[in-house]
């Protein structure tokens, strides 16, 4: 998986937001297959247009790695930047992680709609909320 300078290099040379939009299309096809089996209630994040999921397992050196999907390509590839930002830390690097400011860097928000970007923060607090 791709680590946050990646992400970085990969939207730093992006100009406007129909390349940046691409690419959150081709990193949403880099999630792993997130299984049916995992698409409960209690994955599932509310809050977002779009259904997500987020599962994640601790690590045994404190460490999470995290999982997910959705059913909207967009909300997919913002799902796989927040994946990709907070796999591998400790719950306390993770809640030490300033999401929003990261993905302005990437020069993401800015052209979100209101709901999407209420959904994005509902995926940064149930990411931030692991222990």
Same mark, same amino acid.
């Given at each position: 998986?791709?680590? &946050?300078?990646?992400?970085?290099?990969? =939207?730093?040379?992006?100009?406007?937001?129909?390349?940046?939009?691409?690419? $959150?299309? /081709? *990193?949403?096809?880099?999630?792993?297959?997130?299984?049916?089996?995992?698409?409960?209630?209690?994955?599932?994040?509310?809050?977002?247009?779009?259904?997500?999921?987020?599962?994640?397992?601790? &690590?045994?050196?404190?460490?999470?790695? =995290?999982?997910?999907?959705?059913?909207?390509?967009?909300?997919?590839?913002? $799902?796989? /930047? *927040?994946?990709?930002?907070?796999?591998?830390?400790?719950?306390?690097?993770?809640?030490?992680?300033?999401?929003?400011?990261?993905?302005?860097?990437?020069?993401?928000?800015?052209?979100?709609?209101?709901?999407?970007?209420?959904?994005?923060?509902?995926?940064?607090?149930?990411?931030?909320?692991?222990?």
């Amino acid at each position: 998986m791709l680590s &946050q300078q990646t992400l970085l290099e990969l =939207f730093s040379p992006l100009h406007n937001w129909q390349e940046r939009y691409r690419q $959150l299309i /081709i *990193l949403s096809k880099q999630l792993p297959t997130f299984p049916d089996r995992q698409k409960t209630d209690e994955n599932q994040v509310n809050g977002c247009e779009n259904r997500v999921w987020l599962s994640y397992q601790k &690590q045994v050196d404190n460490t999470f790695i =995290f999982q997910g999907d959705s059913e909207g390509r967009i909300v997919k590839g913002l $799902l796989a /930047i *927040l994946i990709i930002i907070a796999n591998n830390k400790t719950a306390k690097q993770i809640r030490s992680i300033n999401f929003q400011a990261i993905l302005s860097q990437l020069k993401i928000t800015n052209e979100l709609s209101k709901s999407r970007m209420q959904g994005l923060t509902k995926l940064i607090e149930r990411i931030q909320s692991v222990s």
